[in-house]
């Protein structure tokens, strides 16, 4: 069966700090992987897909990047953090094939910028 | 642009009865719909889905109805429990795109 797992669960971070954010899939191959951002109360954000290894796209511009080094491995990354970038960060996988897709969640991390 | 939306953001029910959670889209693109169900500081997790297909899908205590003709998808949870208290979001798969979540309801259940 597939599994998504995401670390680290919580993160407490001071503004201006770098962030990386892991996410691997287990179980399937050649997913398609998603980094969401949830405020709190709020409904998802998307912020980056990718349908392939090095294959990125972002749909919201700002300071956080994502990049796939792996098959079953997403990394949402920023170089400096930002009060605004406090939140519930999720990353899920799709089989992206056919047109029905499925999305399923990881667990999420908690991030708070002090 | 085009989104998904949701009439009512809270909804509290009494344990026992029946919940009904409504959802509006826009696209008449979208071909396909799912219900997450999202507890409090965990990842959304899927409850159901619907092709366009379709106008009806039941799965166990929960049913989805599509309406395409005004582009409305409902989610009706029968006998609600105090375990369905979450948040609630449907999404709609445009062709070629990525899901597009709704804001969520929120649903409460009393004793």
């Known amino acids: 069966s597939q599994t998504i797992h995401q670390w680290p669960a919580t993160l407490v971070q001071p503004v201006g700090s770098p962030l990386s954010l892991e996410c691997t899939v287990e179980?399937?191959?050649?997913?398609?992987l998603y980094w969401y951002r949830q405020a709190a109360g709020r409904g998802l954000q998307l912020l980056f897909y990718s349908v392939g290894i090095g294959q990125i796209s972002s749909e919201v511009p700002q300071n956080l990047s994502a990049s796939r080094p792996q098959d079953r491995q997403f990394i949402l990354s920023s170089k400096k953090l930002l009060l605004s970038d406090s939140g519930f960060y999720l990353c899920a996988w799709s089989t992206g094939e056919g047109s029905y897709n499925e999305q399923f969640f990881g667990p999420g991390t908690r991030l708070t910028v002090l | 642009g085009e989104s998904v939306g949701l009439h009512l953001p809270t909804l509290s029910v009494q344990e026992g009865d029946n919940s009904i959670i409504n959802c509006a889209y826009s696209?008449?693109?979208?071909?396909?719909f799912i219900w997450y169900k999202q507890e409090s500081g965990k990842g959304p997790q899927f409850i159901i889905d619907?092709?366009?297909?379709?106008d009806k899908r039941q799965g166990q205590r929960v049913t989805v109805l599509l309406n395409k003709t005004v582009k409305h998808l409902s989610l009706q949870i029968a006998a609600t429990q105090p375990g369905d208290s979450a948040v609630y979001f449907c999404?709609?798969?445009?062709?070629?795109?990525?899901?597009?979540f709704g804001k969520g309801t929120s649903l409460l259940v009393t004793p």
């Open positions: 999404a709609e798969n445009i062709p070629g795109y990525a899901l597009n």
């Open positions: 619907i092709r366009s297909n379709m």
């Open positions: 179980g399937t191959s050649n997913p398609n």
């Open positions: 696209n008449s693109a979208s071909d396909y």
